[in-house]
């Protein structure tokens, strides 16, 4: 076996370790029972009380998203203005110009809802100060936004009969103190050592050994990309993401940041099964998630190794696969492998760019955005997989002949019409958008934008429609990556991107903690003969089964007109 | 909603002294440790920065080793890919025209011995790197514009190889930059 296969065996086996490992101190951590990191204490009660917040406040579901939808309005406000203003404030080394209102609005959005899509370039788009005070900011509090209410959930499931779905304030500020912070500091050392700048030194002017004068961005830039993986960020500070050779230098700090992208949403599911004390529930989470994750990751895998026919065509050698978008010092197997684990999860950073890859590995890629429930983003990825547990119950308690329950709570019809709407919202912001931007490319091509529609894509035919088609799957998805050739810094795109991220954040964490609160009120059913149980393999299987048919008739129609003509046409030649 | 309004804003405000002051400056002292102070490693030769071993430059000169073709040329103040999809017929002429080029310079080639990644385009366009394969079948070529001993360079090549890390993960790779560098250096002796 090549050492680009081992390589990405061995990282798994990395990532699975560290992630049950966080799983069962996160569990601990969040019910408060003692942990290695008390020692954080003091500096939490400093920020609970500056911020004058009592940690112990009871909240129930109505209160609890009040606090959350607050404070994330409160950042819309305050980075909507700030990247206006950026060029007039401070760590403004290079003299990089204040945003449009609608590239502001599009910026602040996606980073407030853990999508960083990126419609600017870090180098001539963002400020220092932005891109620490508003962006690295924003990708530890969003992430910990998902982190809290994911406990919110777990807190219903664990207590009988209960209104409390504990403060917000104090899982938020948890997060933060106890799990991202602490681990970001590790991995922005890693960063920094290997070579990926931290100072804020502005850009450096040499000249190269053949003569050309070259001009090279640079900026503290360790601290940033160390969160934006944790957090399932994924907003660069360079416009090539985690393919640029100062944020990803070789293939160990590659290693620790595909990594580091994956074990909270992972450890996540882990700390369900201890929080909950219902092991054997989290064990069979976790199991159909991970199958699913398999399904997307080892064709893609199989594809970029295989290389490009159509270069094969040409006689070149293609000895480890397809090279084009690819870093060499990671190689295909290694991007392939990292481009389904940043479309499961919510990061959609990129180390190797995801319009040049194989037809088949872009539908791979986009299906692993629509689904969004395959561990996912930090927090959201969970509550995302609640909805499917709410439908998989209620279809299989139809199927039976049972009541649907699920935890010992009778699952009514106000509960299943929320899931429904959460389940249909995705497929409405996804095929509504597409259609949206494909009308107008095709009757106002010459429409007066920054970029007119005409330019629009940077691929002709079926890839084209990929690229719109990837462009909201990824808003829906709060994902970030994209099919990068589009040329999306325009009105148009800077809105409507906007408005599907905003309502494919907020309506999918109202939706399940919703739920939740009001399951938890109801009556507590003990288990019994006739109970659905949803700790069993079949229950698994059937769950796995809703996820699959829901997505198919949600969405192969769109694929079917996109990557899939695209393999199917190439194919033919 | 009123009553969470004046927690979320001073919450904000503690937030972004821990989060944008106290943390990135921790790690900024921390960096100045670093090999490159936390600047990036510059490459030095004879006093001045020809550049960062980290980012790589273009190459076109025969008488250096060249990279991987780059869809922003180079240009360090920016970065980016093709964003080429595979079966566009403009990209694929691209590939043609790089694949001519090489056998023009190269004419001892055969096209199977090209290597794909010195006829695709990098994904951040700065790419510092080629495949030890995409180094040796340009040995030849290199030593004939510089009239050196062709094993001379061969085994400079050779001594510029990087292991895969940990001698088992990922692929093996060699520093353009680098090896110019010290191509230039054996050509002073």
């Known amino acids: ?5 081992i390589g990405i065996i061995v990282t798994f086996g990395i990532t699975l370790t560290i992630a049950i490992a966080l799983g069962r101190y996160m569990a601990k951590m969040y019910a408060g029972e003692k942990v290695w990191t008390d020692f954080m204490k003091p500096v939490e009660n400093l920020l609970f009380k500056l911020g004058g917040i009592n940690p112990s406040e009871h ?14 309005i409160l950042w819309l406000v305050y980075g909507f203005f700030l990247l206006i203003y950026q060029d007039k404030l401070p760590l403004n080394p290079d003299g990089n110009p204040g945003m449009t209102a609608d590239l502001s609005f599009n910026t602040i959005i996606s980073f407030v809802a853990n999508c960083n899509l990126q419609d600017y370039s870090g180098e001539t788009g963002a400020t220092y100060f932005a891109q620490h005070f508003i962006f690295m900011f924003l990708h530890f509090t969003s992430a910990a936004t998902g982190m809290a209410c994911a406990i919110a959930v777990f807190k219903a499931f664990r207590d009988k009969t209960t209104t409390d779905l504990g403060s917000f304030w104090n899982y938020f500020v948890k997060s933060i103190t106890r799990v991202l912070l602490p681990i970001s500091v590790v991995i922005a050392l890693i960063l920094a050592f290997n070579g990926t700048p931290s100072s804020y030194a502005g850009k450096d002017k040499f000249i190269s050994l053949q003569g050309d004068t070259v001009t090279m961005s640079r900026g503290p830039a360790a601290q940033m990309i160390a969160i934006k993986h944790l957090g399932t960020n994924g907003g660069g500070w360079f416009g090539a993401n985690s393919a640029h ?21 992972v ?12 092991k054997k529930l989290g064990l069979i989470i976790f199991g159909v998630m991970m199958t699913g994750v398999l399904m997307l990751m080892i064709p893609t895998i199989i594809g ?4 490009n026919p159509e270069i094969a065509k040409m006689g070149i050698t293609q000895s480890t696969g397809s090279m084009e978008g690819k870093e060499l010092r990671f190689g295909p197997a290694a991007t392939a492998y990292w481009s389904t684990l940043t479309t499961v999860t919510s990061t959609g950073s990129v180390n190797g760019m995801h319009d040049s890859m194989m037809p088949l590995s872009g539908c791979w890629e986009l299906l692993a955005m629509m689904i969004n429930g395959f561990f996912g983003g930090d927090g959201v990825g969970f509550l995302n997989y609640y909805i499917y547990l709410i439908i998989a119950v209620f279809i299989s308690g139809l199927m039976v002949g049972r009541t649907p329950e699920f935890m010992g709570h009778k699952v009514e019809a106000r509960e299943v019409k929320i899931a429904a709407f959460i389940t249909l919202l995705s497929p409405f912001l996804i095929k509504a958008g597409t259609a949206l931007a494909c ?11 920054a970029v007119k529609p005409s330019a629009w894509l940077n691929n002709p035919g079926f890839h084209g429609f990929s690229e719109i088609l990837y462009q909201y799957t990824s808003s829906n998805a709060n994902n970030g990556s994209g099919f990068e050739g589009l040329a999306d810094n325009n009105i148009f795109w800077n809105v409507s991107a906007g408005v ?11 939706g399940p903690i919703a739920i939740s609160g009001l399951l938890a009120q109801k009556k507590f059913i003990p288990e019994s003969a006739g109970t659905l149980r949803t700790d069993t393999v079949t229950f698994g299987v059937m769950t796995f089964a809703v996820i699959l048919i829901l997505n198919a008739l949600s969405y192969f129609p769109a694929l079917a007109l996109g990557p899939l003509a695209e393999y199917f046409s190439m194919l033919k030649h | 909603m009123k009553k969470y309004i004046v927690p979320s804003i001073r919450l904000t405000l503690v937030l972004i002294v821990l989060l944008c002051v106290i943390y990135p400056l921790f790690i900024a002292f921390a960096g100045k440790l670093s090999t490159g102070k936390g600047d990036g490693e510059p490459i ?41 999809a595979p079966t566009n017929p403009d990209y694929l002429k691209d590939v043609e025209k790089r694949i001519d080029t090489l056998l023009k310079y190269h004419p001892y080639l055969k096209r199977s011995d090209i290597p794909a990644d010195l006829v695709t385009a990098s994904g951040s366009g700065l790419d510092p790197d080629i495949s030890p394969d995409a180094a040796k079948i340009q040995i030849k070529r290199v030593a004939l514009y510089r009239k050196l001993d062709e094993q001379k360079i061969a085994d400079l090549v050779n001594s510029h190889i990087e292991a895969p890390l940990f001698g088992f993960m990922g692929p093996a790779k060699v520093n353009v930059l680098k090896l110019n560098v010290a191509l230039d250096e054996l050509q002073k002796h």
């Open chain 1, 245 to 265: 050779p100062l944020e990803n230098p070789n293939y160990l700090t590659n290693v620790v940041e595909i990594t580091s992208q994956f074990i909270i949403p």
């Open chain 1, 59 to 72: 909240m129930n579901w109505k209160q609890f998203l009040k606090a959350m939808m607050t404070i994330n």
């Open chain 1, 1 to 5: 076996m090549n050492t680009e296969l």
């Open chain 2, 44 to 84: 030095i030769v004879n006093g001045k920065t020809v550049g960062y071993a980290l980012v790589g430059q273009n190459f076109s000169k025969p008488q250096y080793f060249w990279g991987r073709p780059s869809a922003v040329g180079y240009n360090a103040n920016g970065s980016g890919g093709s964003n080429k």
């Open chain 1, 267 to 278: 450890g996540m599911v882990i700390a369900l099964g201890f929080f909950v004390r219902r």
């Open chain 1, 439 to 449: 009308y107008i490319f095709y009757t106002y091509p010459n429409a007066d934008w």
């Open chain 1, 304 to 307: 970029e190794v295989g290389g």
């Open chain 1, 500 to 510: 599907v991220i905003f309502f494919g954040r907020f309506l999918p964490m109202i």
